[in-house]
């Protein structure tokens, strides 16, 4: 075996097993024909356009779309599903915080009473970085509504324009709390990545094209109005009542997502499976989407806490790690049990 | 239907093939401007056999190696037939465009 055929060979391993043993020695054969014959003494290695088509051949047959094997075919929607959930997430988020913005600079009725002393004077660059810090969530529910209408380089695109609002606000947030600048950037890093990594890897070539009626792209708008309201609610309270600190851990970023998931898991847990059982997509996508909530919450953990109120949230912290955590493998057992079986390639091709 | 998937149609409508003979054949039909990689070529041909379009035609074993002839099948020849008519209908408008275009210039 040469050097060349030996580290194609090598690249081969990219893909699925199954997949593999169907087509390596073809694959081999046709790349080798095509590159000639150079002897082991240049140390040929296969060119990385090469190497790229396999890596995103590897996505797309194991993250399958219309017609794959039913297993990749489970993944690949239940991957869509993880991006389209994580887009929603960061668009409701991304209004959350506009709907704050318009309301504090009394776009929408009059301003906060302590609208001049919390502002930067008019004109000047803080106040500049204070507006565009206003917009910086709304590339996330543009992302959304183009995913959902059917057009994911678009949202593609829209999402790398998030990421980067979603870190310049991070940098506000360290700017404002600095002994927290690992944990801010790590808590909503963990958060950005992964719906962003299953946009990119899910929405392939062969994934089919879906496009969703408008009223589910106004989705995320009506869901962050109404967060926006309840949150304002909360806020007449007294942050000292002693209900203040069961409720609050559930109203931060993390503790929304944990929230949903909480309930999005006895819902998938416990409705009615038609046919001859549930179908494992749903139950994979949650449990993917668990690991960076359950992260993110383990990032707020604060073992420290002193006086009363800090410590009982500290208890509902870890409840909520410990309720993330049994539905996470609940999820995953629900998954894994109905995941359907692998197949050859030779077997969905008789 | 994407560019490559109907120049890997097209390059088999006169002959089987197997696959760095489809990567040369799409290379001349495209004037040299498509290069298909291997793993662009094999996604390609998954889908189209997903879809019926090509299938598996002969194995053959050549200097030792495996070598995997497809050909295009009926339901391949119909698709590419209606691809080939859109994509003609298309170039004709655009042609009648700029003949019109091209007119108006002159007088």
């Not at chain 1, 396999?54 to 599903?81: D, E, F, I, K, Q």
């Amino acid at each position: 075996m040469s050097l060349l055929e030996d580290r194609y060979r090598y690249v081969l391993r990219l893909l699925p097993a199954p997949y593999r043993a169907e087509r390596e020695e073809e694959m081999v054969s046709a790349f080798l024909e095509g590159a000639g014959d150079p002897s082991d003494a240049q140390s040929p290695r296969p060119r990385w356009s090469e190497v790229a088509s396999v890596a995103a051949l590897s996505v797309r047959v194991r993250l399958g779309g219309a017609g794959a094997a039913p297993r990749p075919s489970a993944w690949g929607r239940a991957v869509r599903l993880v991006a389209v959930l994580g887009l929603f997430y960061h668009a409701m988020m991304g209004c959350v915080w506009f709907a704050g913005f318009v309301e504090t600079y009394g776009l929408f009725g009059a301003p906060f009473p302590d609208y001049q002393t919390r502002l930067a004077p008019a004109g000047s660059p803080e106040r500049l970085w204070d507006i565009a810090l206003g917009f910086a969530g709304l590339p996330w529910l543009a992302a959304f509504v183009a995913l959902v209408r059917g057009r994911p380089r678009a949202a593609k695109i829209l999402v790398s324009f998030a990421l980067v609002a979603h870190f310049g606000f991070a940098l506000e947030l360290v700017r404002a709390v600095p002994e927290e600048a690992l944990l801010i950037t790590l808590q909503r890093g963990v958060l950005a990545a992964l719906p962003a990594l299953a946009l990119a890897a899910g929405f392939h070539r062969d994934a089919p094209r879906t496009r969703h009626p408008l009223w589910v792209a106004a989705l995320p708008a009506g869901a962050g109005a109404l967060v926006h309201v309840i949150l304002g609610l909360l806020a007449t309270r007294s942050p000292q009542t002693p209900a203040w600190s069961w409720i609050w851990p559930w109203f931060d970023e993390t503790g929304l997502a944990c929230l949903a998931l909480l309930l999005a898991t006895a819902w998938a847990v416990t409705r009615p499976r038609p046919g001859d059982g549930p179908a494992p997509v749903l139950p994979l996508a949650l449990a993917v989407l668990v690991v960076p909530v359950a992260l993110g919450r383990l990032l707020r953990l604060n073992l420290r806490a002193a006086d009363p109120m800090s410590q009982v949230m500290t208890a509902v912290n870890v409840g909520q790690l410990v309720a993330l955590l049994l539905c996470g493998v609940s999820l995953a057992v629900l998954g894994a049990r109905t995941l359907p079986a692998r197949t050859t390639l030779a077997s969905r091709q008789d | 239907m994407t560019e490559p998937a109907f120049l890997v149609l097209t390059a088999l409508v006169d002959q089987s093939r197997h696959g760095y003979g489809i990567v040369q054949e799409v290379e001349k039909l495209s004037g040299g401007r498509v290069a298909l990689k291997i793993g662009t070529l094999y996604g390609v041909l998954d889908r189209l056999a997903a879809e019926e379009l090509v299938s598996l035609d002969r194995e053959e074993v050549w200097q030792g190696r495996l070598r995997r002839y497809y050909r295009l099948t009926e339901a391949g020849a119909l698709a590419l037939d209606a691809e080939a008519a859109r994509l003609a209908e298309n170039a004709e408008h655009a042609r009648e465009r700029l003949r019109a275009r091209h007119a108006g210039g002159l007088a």
